[in-house]
């Protein structure tokens, strides 16, 4: 790899402005009764874990008609449920808030709860938060809360719903017309929906009301592009964007095309690109790094893979968990055990703590290579951490155990998963379902399409 020519550090594109601030802090009042102090630690108590997270509908549901709550409690238990983006808990923390006698309606914590449910793709739930924001509380909606209900129905594919919101905000109040975030917001959720002939009308839009177009709109456009596969479409917003004058490439723009051409096994036209950025000055950092590893991992290339290690060492750049995986998937796939091994090893002694992705790799290798046996060794690794593994970790084993026949040990890591209260989904049935018919078992099949009816 070309070592990259010593340019001063372009300015990176400026962060999108966060819809939110801090929710309201209640004042305690010094007069408050002692009895009322019990139901406050209980609920601090209980929130801070994560079981109390995940049973917080019931634990609200036995405080509805406490209204002198320590305010702390609450605060930090919705700060918790919309970090973890548990939007039923969130909701109902909410609404238990409502209720103290210290609660005082900010529209920044409806922004911030309806940015919460366009993550989770619920607009339904944030149509009816938005409906009480201005029935019940008579608060006026800013542009904040607009644009994160914008996000809200965006994202969940409802772009009409979507439009229809900025309709709306240009007839709202001087202080809630659509500015560039809210646009940059919008373009996101029509890239995100493949929904690529509505972004000209909306630039024509943006130009009419006197917005110009900044780098984080046109590093969404070209990344939205680069992630459909649309890699003509791509380079003419690249050409736009360096036309405009107005704005130029950063490292977005450049990991945003590298990934592109490297996903679809352009490895070519991938390093032409990664050169062409540094010339215009623009400085890869770790992710790029990454992005070009993945891709030579891909086009089955592991001596640039591991070239680009090297590189990345003389750099003092620092192998994150990602890089790690990437190297390990690519030695498991390649049925190289042996050195997939190693990078495992090599991960935890820099430091780096391996995460769910780096033990799915390590199953997938194993399984390549016919090594079921080492499986529960790994699963046992995680015992002895804080790792919490996940579905696409289950849906590797089960599905690896299904393929060697394994029907008995599947069974146990399909319990061993209940246990762990990981919810089983509709891949983790099927394959099971089709391991089972495999072996003739006919009833066991019927048995968990039964569950599976149940599940939907």
């Not at 177009?213 to 050409?239: F, P, Q, R, W």
């Not at 990664?274 to 592991?302: C, H, W």
């Amino acid at each position: 790899m070309d070592s990259p020519a010593r340019c001063p550090a372009t300015t990176a594109s400026p962060p999108l402005r966060a819809p939110f601030v801090v929710m309201a802090r209640g004042r305690r009042s010094s007069s408050s009764a002692p009895e009322a102090e019990q139901p406050d630690e209980a609920l601090a108590r209980i929130l801070r874990t994560e079981a109390a997270v995940s049973g917080v509908t019931r634990k609200a549901a036995a405080a509805q008609q406490s209204t002198r709550l320590w305010p702390r409690a609450v605060l930090e238990a919705l700060d918790s449920a919309v970090a973890s983006s548990r939007w039923e808990s969130a909701l109902e923390i909410f609404d238990l808030m409502r209720k103290q006698r210290w609660y005082e309606p900010r529209s920044q914590t409806y922004a911030r709860l309806l940015m919460m449910l366009g993550r989770c793709r619920q607009p339904g739930p944030a149509t009816a938060l938005f409906k009480t924001m201005l029935s019940e509380e008579a608060l006026a909606p800013t542009v904040d809360v607009y644009t994160a209900l914008v996000g809200a129905y965006g994202y969940s594919g409802l772009i009409d719903e979507a439009l229809a919101t900025v309709d709306r905000m240009k007839g709202a109040a001087l202080g809630c017309k659509p500015d560039e975030y809210t646009f940059s917001v919008l373009i996101n959720c029509c890239c995100k929906s493949r929904r690529f002939d509505l972004i000209p009308t909306v630039l024509d839009e943006m130009e009419f009301l006197g917005l110009g177009c900044n780098a984080v709109i046109h590093n969404g456009i070209i990344d939205g592009y680069g992630k459909a596969g649309m890699l003509e479409e791509m380079e003419n917003a690249l050409s736009n964007m360096l036309e405009g004058g107005d704005t130029v490439p950063d490292i977005y723009t450049m990991n945003s095309i590298v990934w592109a051409y490297g996903n679809r096994g352009r490895v070519d036209d991938m390093e032409k690109w990664y050169s062409e950025f540094q010339l215009m000055g623009v400085e890869p950092d770790t992710r790029t790094f990454n992005i070009m590893m993945k891709s030579y991992g891909k086009a089955n290339m592991p001596e640039k893979m591991m070239s680009v290690l090297k590189y990345m060492k003389r750099r003092f750049f620092s192998p994150t968990a990602a890089t790690f995986n990437i190297i390990i998937e690519c030695f498991g796939k390649a049925g190289n055990i042996e050195k997939m091994e190693y990078y495992f090893r090599l991960m935890k002694i820099q430091g780096v703590k391996p995460n769910p992705i780096t033990y799915c790799s390590l199953v997938n290798g194993y399984s390549k290579a016919g090594l079921l046996d080492m499986v529960p060794a790994i699963i046992r690794q995680t015992e002895n951490t804080d790792i919490v593994l996940d579905t696409p970790f289950f849906n590797c084993v089960i599905s690896a155990y299904a393929k060697s026949g394994d029907i008995k040990i599947m069974e146990e890591m399909l319990q061993l998963m209940k246990d762990k209260k990981c919810k089983p989904g509709k891949v983790i049935y099927t394959t099971m379902i089709q391991a089972y018919i495999a072996h003739g078992m006919d009833e066991a099949a019927r048995l968990l399409e039964t569950e599976v009816e149940r599940f939907d």
